[in-house]
């Protein structure tokens, strides 16, 4: 009986719009991926409208940035945290095989169908050692860590940047 109650399926297929699914990347992960990227960002396609990432081009919403078009050459996606994340998984491996330079943070989920699919595409996966701290702040002030470990997949990208936050497996 306590397994059926511990799994919430609610949690797992929150829509991206969900309250619960921002998670701003913190500056010292942002920072490598930046310049793994190149030293610019030039599309964030699922940021908040205040552009914290510091995109050239960035969309938000209400727009559904996995829908529109990806035309960039450095991409950096950190997407809703649900099942959501499947569709922007996808779109990172086609904006990839497009040409582009995708940076990708997800969650570390190492059981999942979708870490597999982008673990099998990416030249290659930085685990971030310890938890990501989101910037969420928590009612002390702190600022709330991740309930899990987070994988930055990149294509194309110099994945040297991202060795100081945890282990790179290179293709």
């Known amino acids: 009986m306590a397994a059926s109650t511990r799994f919430s399926n609610t949690l797992r297929y929150r829509p991206d719009a969900h309250p619960n699914q921002v998670h701003l990347t913190p500056a010292y992960a942002l920072e490598p991926i930046r310049a793994a990227l190149g030293g610019t960002i030039e599309l964030d396609p699922c940021t908040e409208p205040d552009n914290p990432t510091g995109a050239e081009r960035f969309i938000c919403l209400p727009d559904d940035g996995a829908a529109l078009p990806w035309d960039a050459e450095a991409i950096f996606v950190n997407p809703p945290y649900a099942k959501a994340r499947e569709r922007w998984v996808h779109r990172c491996i086609g904006a990839a095989t497009a040409g582009a330079h995708v940076a ?28 990501l701290k989101f910037g969420i702040p928590r009612q002390d002030g702190r600022q709330m860590a991740a309930s899990h470990g987070s994988a930055i997949f990149t294509w194309d990208c110099d994945a040297r940047q991202l060795e100081h936050l945890g282990t790179t497996l290179r293709r």
């Open 104 to 131: 990708l943070l997800i969650p570390a989920h190492t059981d999942t169908r979708i870490f597999h699919t982008a673990l099998a595409s990416a030249d290659a996966v930085t685990l971030v050692q310890g938890r």
